[in-house]
């Protein structure tokens, strides 16, 4: 895995710079546990996204990382991640999300210095269904990367609290 | 030779995924037995034998490393190796699992080659 570090900072600004990382923390999961390559996304649409999963972060960085793709990619996701063919995919789905969610959130935190050990994650949350409004306390913007897995679009947020 | 590996992860997927890779890396699995937590694997070990232990650390019930520190009173944990698979990649998490008596540590994501890389030395006694 690639290692980058940077320093734990407490404004927007140093925020904006963990893009980069949020973004290379995705692409490793994806990459290690699946074999995929995911690409950037042009899209802004996330009305079909109706898979959420999310997981959140206590301790020196506190907020809310959450994965949504809709759901033939997070059943195509589980299908990878297991071996065995699409069609054999069954309950299993939302406990693939979540365990790449949090994935995602573990990773990123190791690429900062200090939130690796200062830093708890919860257990994986997974949403079904698009039709649901998420109220954060985040005093930031949340830091956003869009991509596609096998040209279906996901999006990884992090929504941060102060 | 085949050994019998116990898995230990709150999420049955990981737990696929981690039988999955001690396949792909070539190691023999004569019997794999599975638990979702601390607590139930000490169940698990009460009849049963194991070669080889991977386990997670943040689970509910009892978490990796409170079971870890369990296994020394367990007869049929003694001298098992432990392997940690986790999220949490911490030095500190590392050298708080090797004075529990973990022997390999493990980071998530992982590949079937660094599963390999990690628990064939551990099986051989090596690490």
Known sequence: ?162 | MAIRALIVDDSSVMRKIVERSLRQAGIDLSEVFQAGNGAEALGVLKDCQVDIILCDINMPVMDGLEFIKKLPGVENAKGVPVVMITTEGSESHVVQALSCGARGYIRKPFTPEQVKDHVIPVLAGKS
């Open chain 1, 1 to 162: 895995m690639k290692s980058v570090s940077e320093p734990l900072g407490t404004d927007a600004a140093s925020h904006t710079n963990w893009v980069p990382l949020l973004d290379t923390a995705a692409k490793e999961v994806f990459e290690l546990m699946m074999g995929c390559q995911l690409t950037p996304s042009p899209s802004t649409d996330d009305a079909n996204l109706d898979v959420t999963s999310m997981v959140g972060l206590a301790g020196q960085l506190c907020g809310v990382l959450s994965v949504r793709c809709d759901g033939k990619a997070a059943a195509l996701m589980t299908s990878k991640m297991l071996g065995v063919p699409l069609y054999k995919v069954g309950p299993e789905v939302s406990d693939a999300v979540g365990e790449i969610c949090n994935m995602v959130a573990g990773n990123f935190k190791n690429k900062i210095v200090g939130l690796a050990e200062g830093c708890m994650l919860s257990p994986p949350t997974v949403i079904t269904g698009s039709d649901y409004n998420l109220h954060s306390l985040s005093d930031f913007p949340a830091l956003e990367v869009r991509m596609l897995f096998e040209s279906m679009p996901i999006v990884i947020s992090l929504e941060i609290h102060t």
